[in-house]
């Protein structure tokens, strides 16, 4: 019976690339947590591979895998909610999917050369080869020049999409902020010998993406998500939409200044970055009240109506509430803590960051990538209405028990840094050797690893149910319809 259950009731092009995206997206999930394992064993046990497999090389893996997942997954979600939300085909699918292979050819060799060619001298050809040497997006020259054409595709289809269908509030979000997103890249790319003015720019990428760019997306991600799955209203979760985009990039874009503190900058950003950063929380927490408040709308209109089911797609609206809560916590809260100059003096660069690392990044973007990921098996297999199993319930609580508490060892050991190496002791290198080996930072390196162990379980998990969970539920209902039709004769 299952067997005979495909995943083929997609009728858009633009729908079965976004799939595409997906897979590729959940795969590059998987690796990061492989490397995020490694090196945290080497932090407890320096020797485990040593001058075989790096902690440098594990931990830029690990973080490259990050952001390349999380492309794809954005990627894949424009490209599912496209002909939704404008009611028509993309216009190149071929072009697309070429676009896709090429890119994902590219990463498979960027990938092998982190792995295996990362120890040498670093001449100019480094640069245009082995690895660029800026954290997080890391990759060679060559490959830049690559993902600007692949993403100049990417927005080509999406704008002239948008240009020749339906235009609605999310889409014309959307579109103004992939041009924004994709255009912040080429701050990345030029190179400069100056280390001031190379962090300078490289914090246009990283801090403009991840608190202005990818969080209107995510505003966007969960209106479509919050119409899709409850049945919202379009003028209201528009309304928010638009009020979001204000206030993120109202604080967002010269909250820029909390990474300007101890760079070389003028010292006038001090200021700055104290005063707009400390906004930051603002829009997230209107994020998180609009989604909650659409939940609730929701469901009290169904009470009324003699409770009939609201929600379309258990495990979606699960990780469309978890991002609110997680985007709130991990970046709200979390980045808040250390946002102010008087702070982030002694918290600068320690595991304390770390800790806000994990919990924004998977607060405010997996989750909802996930999201998207159960709403595409939901479309790919036609389920009417895409309940919870067993398995998405165990996946989402062991990767939420995972990720808090990894947050919750890391900031621990981040106390105990700014207690012990930067209070204490001033901060010296010596210093910082000293506190890595207290029994404080060592016993939550401890918690940490043993909690990545509790995410990766919950991850396979995930997989598995994002594997199976369409064919089942699709079984059902056509069961249950055939024994409805059975009755009715
Ligand atoms: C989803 C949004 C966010 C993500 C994904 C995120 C992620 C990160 C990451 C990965 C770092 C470390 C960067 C490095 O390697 O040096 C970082 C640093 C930082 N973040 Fe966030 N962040 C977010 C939002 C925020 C917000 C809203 C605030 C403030 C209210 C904030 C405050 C900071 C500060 C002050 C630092 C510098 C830490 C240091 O000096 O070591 N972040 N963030
Ligand atoms: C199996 C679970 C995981 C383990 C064991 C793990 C472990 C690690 C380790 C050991 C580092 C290097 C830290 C350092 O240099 O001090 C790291 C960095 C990082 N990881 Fe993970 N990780 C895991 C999952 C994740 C997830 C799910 C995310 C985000 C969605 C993530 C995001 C990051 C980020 C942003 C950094 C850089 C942080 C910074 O420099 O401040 N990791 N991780
Ligand atoms: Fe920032």
Not at 23 to 34: K, M, P, S
Not at 246 to 266: A, C, D, E, K, Q
Not at 421 to 443: D, K, M
Request: include cysteine; charged fraction near 10%.
């Amino acid at each position: 019976m299952l067997t005979s259950i495909k995943a083929n009731k997609l009728q858009y092009e633009s729908q079965k690339i976004g799939m595409m995206y997906f897979r590729v997206a959940i795969i590059l999930f998987g690796a990061q947590l492989l490397m995020g394992l490694i090196a945290a064993i080497q932090f407890l046990y320096p020797n485990f591979l040593f001058e075989v497999f790096d902690f440098n090389v594990a931990r830029m893996v690990h973080i490259n895998a990050l952001v390349v997942w999380m492309l794809y997954a954005m990627i894949g979600s424009v490209y599912y909610m496209l002909p939704d939300e404008t009611g028509r085909e993309v216009v190149a699918p071929g072009l697309a999917k070429l676009a896709f292979w090429v890119l994902t050819a590219a990463v498979a060799v960027v990938v092998l050369v982190y792995i295996f060619i990362q120890v040498g001298p670093g001449k100019e050809s480094t640069i245009w080869f082995i690895n660029e040497g800026r954290e997080y997006i890391e990759a060679p020259r060559w490959a830049d020049i690559g993902i600007v054409v692949v993403v100049l595709i990417f927005y080509f289809n999406v704008f002239a999409t948008y240009m020749k269908g339906q235009k609605t509030g999310i889409m014309t979000v959307l579109v103004a902020d992939l041009f924004a997103l994709a255009g912040l890249y080429l701050a990345g790319i030029f190179y400069t010998d100056n280390i001031s003015v190379d962090q300078y720019w490289w914090w246009w990428v990283i801090h403009l993406w991840v608190e202005a760019t990818w969080e209107v997306f995510v505003g966007a991600l969960a209106a479509y998500g919050l119409v899709k799955i409850l049945g919202a209203k379009r003028e209201i979760v528009e309304m928010w939409l638009w009020i979001e985009v204000l206030m993120l990039f109202g604080s967002g874009i010269l909250g820029l200044g909390h990474h300007y503190f101890w760079i070389g900058t003028p010292e006038y950003w001090w200021e700055i970055g104290a005063l707009f950063s400390s906004l930051e929380p603002v829009p997230l927490v209107a994020m998180f009240v609009h989604v909650l408040y659409d939940w609730g709308k929701e469901q009290g209109h169904c009470e009324a109506e003699g409770g009939a089911h609201a929600i379309n797609n258990g495990p979606a609206m699960a990780w469309i509430a978890t991002n609110a809560f997680g985007n709130f916590l991990g970046a709200g809260i979390w980045g808040f803590f250390h946002t102010l100059p008087q702070v982030n003096i002694y918290t600068h660069g320690t595991q304390f960051t770390s800790s806000h690392g994990h919990l924004a990044f998977f607060g405010a973007y997996a989750t909802i990538l996930i999201a998207m990921m159960y709403l595409g098996v939901q479309g790919a297999y036609g389920v009417k209405n895409l309940k919870a199993t067993k398995l998405s319930k165990w996946a989402i609580v062991l990767i939420v028990l995972g990720i808090l508490g990894m947050t919750v060892a890391l900031t621990i050991a981040g106390y105990e840094q700014v207690l012990v190496e930067r209070a204490e002791l001033g901060g010296t290198w010596e210093a910082y050797f000293i506190a890595q080996n207290l029994p404080w930072y060592v016993q939550a390196q401890g918690w940490r690893l043993t909690m990545g162990v509790v995410t990766f379980i919950g991850f396979v998990l995930l997989v598995v149910d994002l594997l199976t969970i369409g064919a089942k539920e699709a079984a059902e209902e056509q069961g249950s319809a055939t024994t409805a039709g059975a009755a009715a004769a």
